[in-house]
């Protein structure tokens, strides 16, 4: 049965009906639009609420995200006077998994009929990878290529550790299950450095493969291109990796003739000429539902300020309390045929994971749940998302690390060191157990041992029922291993390789909605009394204690905090 026309829609699209020929008959051509692509592109634009009087200052208009992105691109292509888009990348700082959706739009963009130009100020392997989508690629004269393939950190702890009197004594399920290792051991084991080199192996062959697809060139072509970095513009020009070496003020005649060069705005200036799209929208919505971050037991939280730590710690923290109210709420909209679960996060508390994986099933039975993985979607951040319907991932999200370790520092030399003398008094037998001052026992790590084996066994069993695999299968790729998108997709653990568009078309089927009307995709704001607050220096003591309680007396079901990547 057909969904009944909007009073809504009828006055918006007479509306603009109206406005759309009047902006046809303005006078000037609008050949190429012109987009800066800049920073680290969120997936979500977010507006935080503001209460009186705060919300009456002037804040600066959120950052570029992958939706804002998305969303020019379908205004441009809806406009028939415009042949295209010149997008200038520079200080472009997202992850691969991000640019693999921002190539989705350029690829869609281009499907609508046309024309992509990618104009680089800096050459790097992100940024070329993004170039590569479109059908031509320019650099100044000036500007080196240095897309120099990918290397990875990581660092050992231990030996830095005892210099200072402090030992990590942290027990782990499996041998793949490496968070801990970074303050516990000296040097890399076999099974960890198998897993970072599968995870590279994928990764650099997803990039070299979208190059070469987009450049039309064979792989291996590409990959000795690479190795031959840096070349100068003219040289990669050359070679086949640029089309061509021009400054920015010549792309008008580039892109058209010494005698009509092309007519290029930006996209600020666009904005007002061009012409909008029709659309006839659904009675219902696709809800996001945001986890983002570390999982922590209580609310959501954001550190105020950049932390200057030695190592990387995310500023997010998706806290259960919140995540389980916007997710109850997703429950009882009945204006939401579907829910998209946008997961980006490394795991965190094995409580507050469960806490939430138990919210994502009751959802399941309420409304199609489908997640949308991205830049990394591992451990706690896998466990939330195995009851959803269906699971798309990138090529290069990071997934997988089925597992948990726990632990704790023990401080026991850093006071001798000190000379500082301290004296305990405690009632029961494990009240010391998580405490600082030794190692655990015999006994106590047996414990420690039978309690990270039963969350193992959760975990296991979790993932079993929702992906529908027998628990041998399970076992096969879990042991604390991380995958790539594309590793995991073989291996059953995610349904689908795809964007958030994708996500949302695979919710759309699934909830049954008709093809031919516009859903809306809205933002599932966490109830009243679970407000992200404003960052504030205050909140700095909130965010440092729900960092710090993932340390005392839990087991955790956390991937490496960060596996830092570059190219």
Not at 199 to 210: K, N, Q, T
Not at 508 to 518: I, N, S, V
Not at 530 to 539: G, I, K, R
Request: glycine share 8%; aromatic share 6%.
């Amino acid at each position: 049965m057909a969904e009944r026309i909007l009073i809504s829609d009828l006055l918006r699209n007479t509306r603009l009906a109206l406005t759309n020929r009047l902006r046809l008959l303005r006078r000037g051509d609008i050949d190429y639009v012109v987009l800066s692509v800049s920073g680290s592109y969120p997936e979500r634009t977010v507006r935080p609420r503001r209460r009186f009087p705060l919300s009456l200052l002037p804040w600066p208009s959120p950052p570029s995200s992958v939706q804002s992105f998305c969303e020019s691109l379908e205004t441009l292509a809806a406009d028939p006077r415009v042949q295209g888009a010149v997008f200038v990348v520079s200080n472009l700082s997202a992850g691969l998994a991000t640019l693999g959706s921002l190539r989705a739009a350029i690829t869609r963009f281009r499907e609508s009929g046309k024309r992509a130009v990618a104009y680089l100020h800096g050459i790097s392997l992100g940024a070329y990878y993004l170039a590569s989508a479109c059908d031509e690629i320019a650099a100044p004269e000036s500007a080196t290529f240095y897309a120099a393939g990918l290397r990875s950190e990581t660092y050992f702890l231990k030996d830095t550790l005892a210099l200072f009197g402090v030992e990590a004594d942290f027990e782990a399920i499996a041998e793949y299950k490496v968070s801990p290792d970074t303050f516990r051991r000296a040097e890399m084991t076999e099974p960890h450095r198998e897993m970072l080199e599968s995870l590279l192996d994928s990764i650099y062959a997803e990039v070299v493969g979208a190059i070469a697809g987009g450049r039309d060139m064979a792989p291996d072509h590409v990959r000795d291109l690479l190795d031959e970095v840096p070349l100068t513009a003219e040289q990669a020009h050359d070679t086949g990796l640029l089309d061509a070496v021009c400054y920015e003020d010549e792309l008008p005649t580039h892109l058209g003739t010494a005698d009509k060069p092309a007519a290029l705005l930006t996209g600020q200036q666009a904005q007002r000429r061009l012409i909008r799209p029709r659309r006839w929208h659904s009675r219902r919505a696709i809800g996001v539902v945001s986890l983002e971050g570390t999982i922590v037991p209580g609310p959501s939280r954001r550190a105020p300020l950049p932390l200057p730590l030695p190592l990387p710690v995310p500023t997010a923290q998706a806290g259960s309390d919140t995540l389980v109210q916007q997710l109850r709420s997703a429950a009882q909209d009945k204006g939401l045929a579907a829910v998209v679960l946008h997961v980006d996060s490394p795991g965190g508390s094995s409580l507050a994971s469960d806490l939430i994986w138990r919210e994502v099933a009751n959802l399941r039975r309420a409304k199609p749940v489908v997640v949308y993985m991205g830049s990394q979607a591992a451990s706690g951040g896998y466990y939330v998302s195995a009851p959803a319907h269906a699971i798309v991932a990138q090529p290069t999200s990071l997934t997988g690390s089925i597992g948990v370790w726990s632990g704790k520092f023990v401080t026991r030399e850093l006071f001798g060191k000190l000379q500082a003398r301290r004296e305990v008094i405690a009632r029961g037998k494990a009240a010391d157990l998580y405490a600082d001052r030794a190692p655990f026992s015999d006994e106590e790590r047996a414990r420690i041992r039978a309690q990270n084996g039963a969350a193992y066994a959760q975990f296991t069993e979790r993932v079993a029922r929702g992906r529908g695999m027998t628990a041998e299968e399970v076992e096969a790729v879990a042991r604390g291993r991380v995958w790539t998108g594309e590793q995991a997709l073989a291996r059953g653990l995610v349904d689908a390789l795809g964007d958030l568009h994708a996500t949302v078309e695979r919710a759309r089927e699934l909830a049954g909605l008709d093809p031919k009307r516009y859903a809306p995709v809205v933002n599932v704001e966490p109830p009243k009394q679970h407000q992200l607050p404003v960052p504030t220096p205050a909140e700095a003591g909130e965010w440092l204690a729900g960092l710090l309680g993932l340390l005392h007396g839990g087991v955790l079901a956390l991937a490496p905090w960060e596996i830092r990547i570059r190219g």
